[in-house]
């Protein structure tokens, strides 16, 4: 699987969030948001179409999200955990106890899924 990169990611963003819809409608909802014009989401939407993300039908230019939200976050997180802390999970659940001010209910549900984690 390739990497899904910020620019990218806003843009698979909007398509999760308001379902599959026409390029022109992604190009206003990214003016909106994020300031971009039209050719800077169109080029987006072709990256993403190239790398199998966005399947493109006709007429309108009507985009369909191939990657789910699920599987761009299990990719992200494998990427952090190789790059960062060496392909240790361990290492990365540690580092988020020990830096993180987490509360005791935040603490108690980490707890609970480890718990209930099948292996």
Same mark, same amino acid.
């Given at each position: 699987?390739?990497?899904?990169?910020?620019?990218?990611?806003?843009?698979m963003?909007?398509?999760?969030?308001?379902?599959?819809?026409?390029?022109?409608?992604?190009?206003?909802?990214?003016?909106?948001? /994020?300031?971009?014009?039209?050719?800077?989401?169109?080029?987006?939407?072709?990256? /993403?179409?190239a790398?199998?993300?966005?399947?493109?039908?006709?007429?309108?230019?009507?985009c369909?999200?191939?990657l789910?939200?699920?599987?761009?976050?299990?990719?992200?997180?494998?990427?952090?955990v190789?790059?960062?802390?060496?392909?240790?999970r361990t290492? /990365?659940?540690?580092?988020?106890?020990?830096?993180?001010?987490?509360?005791?209910?935040?603490?108690?549900?980490?707890?609970?899924?480890?718990?209930?984690?099948?292996f």
């Amino acid at each position: 699987m390739q990497t899904l990169y910020d620019s990218e990611n806003k843009v698979m963003k909007i398509l999760w969030e308001k379902g599959n819809m026409t390029a022109r409608e992604i190009s206003i909802i990214a003016a909106e948001r /994020l300031g971009w014009n039209k050719n800077t989401t169109y080029t987006i939407l072709n990256k /993403l179409i190239a790398k199998g993300y966005i399947k493109r039908t006709d007429p309108n230019f009507f985009c369909e999200a191939l990657l789910t939200r699920q599987e761009a976050e299990k990719q992200a997180t494998r990427s952090l955990v190789d790059k960062i802390f060496d392909g240790s999970r361990t290492a /990365l659940f540690s580092a988020l106890l020990r830096d993180e001010n987490l509360s005791s209910e935040e603490l108690a549900e980490l707890r609970k899924m480890v718990e209930e984690y099948k292996f």
